[in-house]
């Protein structure tokens, strides 16, 4: 999709979803959305495929009650057959499983200066599961798409307002990602029937893009001529310098790492302290713009490279250890990866105006006594 195509729209400005940047304290709605919404635990980065319930969580509106005997998913718009399933018929067909890091888009946010005001996330936003369901091309061959089909959109049950935009959560895919065999209508997350916070009885999975194309509580699959406009396309989801920048869409995931804070925490400061004597760094990386190729490790700011294990799946994250000798004092270490594509977590984040993809590295103190 080239740029030109995204940059004529705008029948909705894109305005603040919710106020101007600041530097202020932490408002209540920040922190409303913070208690609904919650992160992975850096301690849960030791278990390849996040257990149930640790997994990152982002709900824009509420979590619709969905009546499973009653669902069925509709699929039309430019294809020349138009399909309605139901959650027996989508149990019949081909199934894949695909395990994938998915990780929020405003992951990082409340760390910019100033702080854009939305879903207030620090670093852990992100979790692995295996999705396991039918791949959407099977489906949309299936329906056989129109020679003039360009995008294919995804639209959830849950609806809200939204920049003063009352809608239904949905957003697009080109043809050719909705084609990727790896793109699954997944009905399982862990083998078990999906919750209903991750998107019961259906959710898009898309490796390798930031978690805002994954759509959850799925009702319909609309195939178009003319990219879509929905708000949480054309107006959310953007790369701005301020309010009035047209911006550039956000997609893939930016190559991150994060380490599990080595140590006990102090419960209301949650710095780290740990006794002198070997410790075992370990975290993992992931990107989604190809895999990753190196994890340095910072101590005092000597960075040093760390051993990378394989992926379980292209869009996986993969783990990574450094033994260290900790000796007394205070320490501040950090981590970085590179993946295929060349690209380096920065050490500071050039600011945008919704907060996305902020990759900075991780920073953890830790007082060894
Ligand atoms: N229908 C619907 N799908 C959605 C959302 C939503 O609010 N409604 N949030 C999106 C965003 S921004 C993210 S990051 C992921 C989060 O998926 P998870 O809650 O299963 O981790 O779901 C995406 N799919
Ligand atoms: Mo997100």
Redesign the pocket.
Known sequence: MTKQIYRRRQTVRPTAHSGEPTNGPLTAEELQLAVR?HSMPLEALRSEITPPGL???????DI?YIDEDAWHLRIGGAVRRSLEINLKALRRDPVISVPVT?????NGRSLLRPRPLSQPWRLE?V?T?VWTGVPLAYLLAHAGLEDDAVEVVF????AGVQGGVTH????SLPIKEAMRPDVVLAYE?NGSALPP???FPL??VVPGW?????????ESIQVVTHPFEGF?QSVA?LYQRDANDAGTPVTHIRVRSLMIPPGIPDFFTRSRVLPPGPVLLRGRAWSGEGAVKRVEVGIDGKWLPAHLEQPSAPFAWCEWTLPWVADPGEHELACRATDATGAVQPLEQAWNYQGMSNNAVQRVKVSVQ
């Open positions: 919404n997994h990152y969580i982002l709900t824009h509106f619709p998915l990780e929020c888009a405003g936003a979790g599961a639209t959830g049950a849950d239904q959560y949905a957003r997350m916070q991750h998107g959710r898009l930031y978690g805002m194309a994954s759509v959850k509580w799925l949480q989801y």
